[in-house]
C-alpha cells in the first residue's frame, strides 16, 4: 500500500518550454506533498511543499515563479518548470506522508522524474 | 536550521562482512526522529530503519541496525553479512518532532560498494 505514481518518469524539453510532473497517491489521501530536487550523486533537497486547498510553502531560494506547484486534489500534486533552462536539469522526486501519520512514518516516494533541458 | 551531515562519500565493503556509514546532525530540538533511506540504482527511496530520540534502544530491523548516541547527535547504520543487493546510496534524514510538517531533511548520501 501508500504508493505514490509519478510521472513523466524522464522528459526532455526545450530550452525556454514547461515541464509538468505529476504525482498521484494512488492508495491513500495525501493532504501534504513534498517536492525534492536530487543533483547528480547528490542529496535531496527540499524544494517546496504543497498542501491540498492551499499555497505551497517554498524553501529559501527556489524561485516560485519558475517552480509552480498547484495540488489540486488528495490525490493529485504537480510542479510545472516553466521556462526551463539547462541548469533546471535534474532528477525531481515528490513524497507524501499518509494523513495522520505518526511523526516516526515514513514518507511514501515516487519513483522520480529525470528531466533533461537541452 | 537542522543540518544533516554524512561524512563518507564512498564506502566499501566485502560481501558477507560488516559496514558502519556514519551520519550526524545538528538540532536545538530535543523531540525529533531519524531514518535511513536507501537509494538503488532505480532511484526509488525505500525506507531502511527509523528511530525515535525519545527511545535509548537502539533500532534494529534484520541485518540493519543503528547506533543512536543522542548526546553525541550520531547516528550510524550497521549493515551485517552484506549481500550484493546492499549496493546503493544511502541517505540519512531528519524528522523534527516539533514542526508539523513531517518534511525530512536528508543527508548527503553515501555509496555503498559491495565487493563479490
Known amino acids: 500500500g501508500a504508493v505514490v505514481s509519478q510521472h513523466p518518469s524522464r522528459v526532455i524539453c526545450k530550452s525556454g518550454t514547461s515541464v509538468k510532473i505529476e504525482c498521484r497517491s494512488l492508495?491513500?489521501?495525501?493532504?501534504?506533498m513534498f517536492w525534492y530536487r536530487q543533483f547528480p550523486k547528490q542529496s535531496l533537497m527540499l524544494m517546496a511543499t504543497?498542501?491540498?486547498?492551499?499555497?505551497?510553502?517554498?524553501e529559501q531560494g527556489v524561485e516560485k515563479d519558475k517552480f509552480l506547484i498547484n495540488h489540486a486534489s488528495l490525490t493529485l500534486s504537480t510542479l510545472t518548470v516553466t521556462s526551463a533552462h539547462p541548469e533546471d536539469s535534474s532528477f525531481y522526486i515528490c513524497s507524501a506522508p499518509l494523513v495522520g501519520a505518526s511523526y516516526n512514518s515514513p514518507l511514501h516516494f515516487g519513483n522520480g522524474t529525470r528531466l533533461t533541458v537541452t | 536550521a537542522q543540518t544533516v551531515t554524512q561524512s563518507q562519500p564512498e564506502m566499501s565493503v566485502q560481501e558477507a562482512e560488516t559496514v558502519t556509514l556514519s551520519c550526524t546532525y545538528d538540532?536545538?530540538?530535543?523531540?525529533?526522529?531519524l531514518f535511513w533511506y536507501k537509494q538503488p540504482p532505480s532511484r526509488q527511496m525505500i525506507l531502511v530503519i527509523r528511530?525515535?530520540?525519545?527511545?535509548?534502544q537502539n533500532a534494529t530491523e534484520n541485518r540493519f541496525s543503528v547506533n543512536f548516541q543522542k548526546a553525541a547527535k550520531s547516528f550510524s547504520l550497521k549493515i551485517s553479512d552484506s549481500q550484493l543487493g546492499d549496493a546503493a546510496m544511502y541517505f540519512c534524514a531528519y524528522r523534527s518532532g516539533v514542526d508539523s510538517s513531517y518534511k525530512l531533511i536528508f543527508g548527503s548520501g553515501t555509496r555503498l560498494l559491495v565487493r563479490p
Open positions: 528511530q525515535e530520540a525519545y527511545k535509548q
Open positions: 538540532t536545538s530540538e530535543s523531540d525529533y526522529y
Open positions: 492508495d491513500f489521501q495525501a493532504t501534504t
Open positions: 504543497s498542501n491540498e486547498g492551499s499555497k505551497a510553502t517554498y
